[in-house]
């Protein structure tokens, strides 16, 4: 016993600093392992625990203006009736607009609404919300649309899906909608105002009511403004009625806020970069992004000296825009610059001169859901450079508002005086070239006592519509210059109505010959400077010209897929654009596949003045026509010394029994590019050799006609 104690007194005495020992490791570790826990918390919790993303950082690197132009767009409902029920308004105004004049029309008739019925009006692009949810909007709410028809007979290209949902007959009762519309239209074109007719007689067909008979403007009587005023009164009068409302004397309530700040970063400062709706949309829609293309190439046509006409060949290089693609038959769509001196004769009587750099915000002053389209910032000389058709004639209503500004009651009378009537305002605009800055100086000279320097910046944005795009027709084919594309472009003043002496100068085709010098050096000075992204010079073979600010859009006009179908191509002036491309392609191809496809008979009708004057790519027609032996070039002049004048549809006439048997007998593809005026009587003339060959009467002659244009057998790119 007292061995196995002094053994239990020796282990006790070894075991208390073991116990010590462990206990102190116990600790150690636990520690170790507590701060090992803590890191990994922190390590795995970064971002959810602690160091959270600020959700607004993103905030620091927008563009400020993005939210003044849309770009940082919120998701918003698609359907009509709940949008109304959100925003509170009663009727809302749908436009399908290809130039923009639809579009304006709109803002105007909401506007008027507001002033003169104290009612509030939704502005909409048809293409914003699922056409199905009309059948939600109830019998007090009211929907007016107003379309433009584009090309022959064409809906606009927000407005194409409606007009297909329309045309397809959708499975759905409008009982409860009513409506009232209007149309923008050219009387020149077989197809007059055929959209408007198409969604008027489309939705009552749906059973919706029409309140009042569809207005329509007409573009080849000079008319359009004219034909909105006359029916704007209507609606508003119906509206009036139908409401139980008062109809009130509209004072003016400016829609856009004006604020300049020096204190703005101009690196955010829209200085004459794209504004257009374009610039955002998807490449793969009818129209590519707007981007600034450098100008490779720039050269006049027509030689002679002698001759007071200019036509310019103008070729823009794609390479610095890999997604920027085009087809042979598609358009360049040109952003246009006003002229400095427009620009700064407006600065001038405004009396803003000092102020023109100064940055300057735009805001609407209703509701957060009204958009404007301008940007914000920018600056004076920007907004009248860039973004303002300052060079448009005024119409008679901003004549009528701004006589409430004058600043003597003889410039207000006389501002009264020229826009009493229609007649008196249409006899005005024949005897003076007139835009916006011009008729506040106008009135100036007639009165040196009156001023503009009190009008309101908001009301002279307001009445100066938005800058409208330019389309060209591609005049290469993409088979043999896919990164460079060709327009053709008609530099020639129109005169005024009256007074021949006075010539009215094209926008765009002014601008765009300011790229045009003998020697070599251009007058570009003459415009503000279009601001983009850096050109490199390692893929072009000389530095570019300049730049503008253009995109693609996508066109049906095309070559058939087959080269052994034959083809008509009738062209006047610069009509012959697309037709260079066509050729160019057709020869190409031709000489790839050599004899294993048979090369369809081609015959070109080509008009113009004089074939020593302006015979447009006569060099390149004779050296494609060497080469393609079933090429056929048929010239028609109008200005030859001795000889009666002779109109494409005086040749297209002659040689009728022929064409007719290559359209009934061999299939041949028709087309038709120039005036609208000439398009209309070539299609008359062949109609007579349709209904003679067929047997049949008008209405066989217009279906055999409508078959052929959707088997893409009759296509025509026509204007004016």
């Known amino acids: ?96 607009s ?18 003169r019925l104290r009612l509030r009006a939704l502005v909409a692009d048809v293409s914003e919300y699922d056409h199905h949810t009309l059948t939600k909007l109830s019998e007090s709410q009211y929907a007016i649309f107003i379309m433009s028809t584009y090309g022959e007979g064409d809906p606009s290209d927000n407005s194409t899906s409606f007009i297909s949902w329309l045309q397809a007959g959708p499975q759905v009762r409008l009982t409860s909608l009513r409506f009232a519309a209007f149309g923008c239209g050219n009387s020149n074109y077989k197809h007059y105002n055929a959209v408007v007719d198409t969604t008027a007689a489309a939705l009552e067909n749906l059973g919706a009511e029409k309140i009042l008979p569809t207005g329509k403007a007409d573009e080849a009587r000079g008319t359009t403004e004219e034909d909105f005023l006359e029916w704007k009164p209507k609606v508003l009068k119906e509206l009036c009625s139908r409401l139980a409302l008062t109809e009130y004397e509209p004072n003016y309530e400016p829609t856009i806020s004006t604020i300049f700040d020096e204190s703005i970063d101009f690196s955010g400062v829209y200085m004459g970069e794209p504004m257009s709706r374009m610039a955002t949309k998807s490449i793969s829609g009818p129209s590519s992004s707007i981007v600034a293309l450098p100008i490779s190439s720039a050269r ?18 794609l390479a610095e825009h890999p997604e920027v693609k085009y087809k042979t038959g598609d358009h360049l769509v040109v952003q246009p610059t006003n002229p400095l001196p427009e620009v700064q004769a407006l600065v001038d009587i405004l009396g803003l001169v000092g102020r023109e ?17 301008l940007p914000s910032p920018t600056t004076i000389y920007a907004l009248f450079g860039h973004y303002l058709e300052i060079c448009a004639p005024v119409s008679r209503a901003t004549v009528i508002s701004l006589a409430q500004f004058a600043s003597t009651s003889s410039a207000q009378k006389h501002l009264l005086a020229i826009a009493s009537d229609k007649s008196a305002f249409s006899t005005f605009l024949a005897r003076n070239h007139i835009n916006f800055s011009r008729l506040l100086r106008y009135i100036q000279v007639i009165d040196p006592s009156a001023t503009w320097s009190n009008l309101p910046l908001s009301f002279v944005i307001e009445s100066i519509r938005p800058m409208t795009t330019r389309y060209y027709s591609i005049s290469s084919s993409s088979i043999t210059s896919p990164r460079r594309v060709a327009i053709t472009v008609a530099n020639n003043s129109q005169p005024l109505l009256e007074d021949d002496s006075v010539g009215i100068p094209g926008l765009a085709s002014t601008y765009l010959s300011s ?28 530095p570019p010209i300049g730049l503008v600010n253009a995109s693609i859009r996508r066109s049906t006009f095309k070559l058939p897929a087959s080269l052994s179908i034959p083809l008509i191509m009738i062209a006047a002036g610069t009509g012959i654009a697309p037709f260079r491309a066509f050729l160019q392609e057709r020869a190409r191809l031709a000489s790839l596949q050599g004899q294993r496809t048979p090369l369809g008979r081609m015959v070109l009708i080509f008009g113009c003045r004089h074939p020593d004057q302006d015979l447009l790519y006569r060099e390149e027609l004779e050296n494609i026509q060497s080469t393609l032996p079933m090429l056929e070039i048929v010239y028609a002049f109008s200005r030859l010394e001795g000889q009666n004048k002779v109109y494409v549809q005086d040749r297209v006439a002659e040689r009728q ?49 409508k078959e052929r244009r959707r088997a893409k057998r009759w296509q025509e790119d026509v204007w004016g």
């Open 1 to 96: 016993m007292s061995l196995t104690l002094l053994e239990f007194g020796h282990s006790a005495a070894f075991l208390s600093p073991l116990r010590e020992s462990i206990a102190r490791i116990e600790l150690d570790d636990l520690l170790v392992l507590t701060i090992l826990l803590a890191v990994s918390i922190a390590y795995f919790g970064r971002g959810i625990i602690w160091d959270k993303p600020d959700p607004y950082h993103q905030k620091w690197f927008e563009r400020p203006q993005a939210d003044f132009i849309g770009l940082n767009v919120t998701k918003t409902t698609r359907n009509i009736a709940q949008k109304l029920a959100e925003t509170g308004h009663q009727v809302i105004i749908f436009w399908g």
């Open 98 to 115: 290809q130039s923009g004049t639809a579009e304006g029309f709109a803002n105007n008739l909401a506007r008027e609404c507001h002033l």
């Open 300 to 317: 006049e046509l027509i030689n002679d000296r002698t001759v007071l006409r200019s036509c310019l060949h103008i070729e823009l290089d």
């Open 357 to 373: 750099n100064i940055p300057i915000m735009l805001q609407s002053t209703g509701s957060s859901h009204d958009k404007i389209s």
């Open 515 to 542: 790229f045009m010098s003998d020697s070599g050096s251009t007058s570009t000075a003459l415009y503000p400077t279009v601001k983009n992204s850096a050109i490199s010079t390692a893929t072009t073979t000389l």
């Open 657 to 705: 029994d022929d064409l007719i048997s290559m359209l009934l007998e061999d299939d041949a593809a028709l087309y038709i590019c120039g005036s609208a005026t000439m398009a209309r009587e070539v299609r008359s003339s062949l109609g007579e050799g349709v209904k003679r060959a067929r047997l049949c009467d008008e209405n066989g002659w217009n279906s055999w006609r």
